[in-house]
C-alpha cells in the first residue's frame, strides 16, 4: 500500500531532479502501469505534494498532471480500421490510440518553454476525446503523465517495423522522452474489482457481473500486453490504494 511518505519521496524526487536539468525546460516524468493500477491518483497525489512545496519555497505551482486517455482514437477513428468490431471491443489496446499525436505532444513538452500548450482529454460521458482541453501553463515545468503504455517496448511488426512511423517504433520512441519513468506495481486481482466497479459506476455495463466480465475480457488482454511488453523502467511504485 502506498503511503503518504512514499508520495512525499517521489514528490522530493522529481524536485531534485529538474533542479538538476542542464537546461532551462521541462521535466517529464511517466506513470504507467495495468489498467485499474491506480496511475491517475498517484500521479494527482505526486503533483499536489510537488505544488505545496514549490508554493511554500517559491510561491508558484510547478506540476501538472497530464493523462494519456486524450489520445484515444475517437469512435468514428475505431469505425474506419479495418475490425472496427474488434477495435471498439479492445479500446484501450495499443492500436486504439493517436500515438503519433501522442509523440508530437510530448516532443513538444521538451522543447523551448514559450507559450502554453494544450493537449487532449477523454470525456467519459460522450466516450470520445475533447482536443486542447488541458492547458500545460509555461510555469508548470514539471509534468507527470499518466498512461497504460508510456513504459512499452512492444514487438516489431512482422515486416520488421523499421519505419520510424510505425506504431511499434512510436511507442519506443515515446518511452524514450521521458527523463524518469515510474511503473506501479498492482495485482490484477485488484485492478479487475477496480475496474469492474469503475465500468458500472461510468454505465458502460448495466451490472458488476458484466463489470467482471470486462475486467477479465479485454481489459485483462491489454493488461497481459503492457506486463510482457514492459520496457525499463527507473522507478517502481507499490500498489496504490484507492
Partial sequence: ?????????????????????????????????????????????????????????????????????????????????????EARRRRGAPFTFDVDGLCRLLETLRGPVSST???PSFDHAIKDPIPDSISILTT????????????????????????????SSLWCKIATLFDEKWVIDTPLEITSSRLALRHLAAGIVGSLEEGFERANGSDRENSDDILRWMGTYDRKVSAFSV
Fill in 140 to 167: 508548470q515545468r514539471i509534468v507527470i503523465v499518466e498512461g497504460n503504455y508510456l513504459c512499452f517496448n512492444p514487438p516489431k511488426a512482422p515486416d520488421g517495423g523499421e519505419r520510424s512511423d510505425h506504431p
Fill in 117 to 119: 500548450i494544450y493537449a
Fill in 1 to 85: 500500500m502506498q503511503t503518504t511518505i512514499e508520495v512525499s519521496d517521489f514528490a522530493d524526487l522529481a524536485l531534485a531532479r529538474y533542479l538538476q536539468l542542464q537546461h532551462p525546460g521541462r521535466l517529464l516524468i511517466s506513470v504507467s502501469g495495468v489498467p485499474g493500477s491506480g496511475k491517475t491518483t498517484f500521479a494527482n497525489a505526486v503533483v499536489h505534494k510537488i505544488n505545496e512545496l514549490s508554493q511554500l519555497q517559491h510561491g508558484v505551482a510547478v506540476a501538472c498532471a497530464l493523462p494519456m486517455d486524450g489520445y484515444h482514437l475517437s469512435r468514428e477513428d475505431l469505425a474506419s480500421l479495418p475490425d472496427p468490431n
